[in-house]
């Protein structure tokens, strides 16, 4: 069975630090550049960040400097580490999984990330 699923969300203060995890099962991992979305209430789902096949990153400017993406292929995760978080960083996200040239994606079932005092 094809999947993917996050864990590691929940609720922190302003300024403080929280790791997301996206476990893959079902398909070949190290074929598939691995991404990042969220999407906040009432907002459309956005972009946070890349890796490649080759471990190339590339973030949203509005996390830049804040979150890291890394890759362990041979635990076929995904990790999002984001630090100093800010209430605007609250959403749902979500692991992504693509291969191209011809588009085909996984997406997993989303965990939801809170930031407030």
């Known amino acids: 069975q094809v999947q993917l699923v996050e864990s590691g969300g929940g609720l922190v203060q302003p300024g403080e630090s929280l790791g997301l995890s996206c476990v893959a099962s079902?398909?070949?991992?190290?074929?598939?550049?691995m991404r990042w979305y969220r999407q906040a209430p009432g907002k459309e789902r956005e972009f946070v960040a890349h890796?490649?096949?080759?471990?190339?990153?590339i973030y949203a400017d509005s996390v830049r400097a804040r979150f890291s993406i890394s890759r362990d292929n041979a635990k076929s995760t995904v990790t999002l580490q984001m630090n100093n978080l800010k209430p605007e960083d609250t959403a749902v996200y979500y692991c992504?999984?693509?291969?191209?040239?011809?588009?085909?994606?996984?997406w997993g079932q989303g965990t939801q990330v809170t930031v407030s005092s």
């Open positions: 079902g398909f070949t991992f190290s074929d598939y550049a």
């Open positions: 992504n999984a693509r291969r191209t040239p011809i588009l085909f994606e996984i």
């Open positions: 890796i490649g096949l080759d471990g190339n990153t």
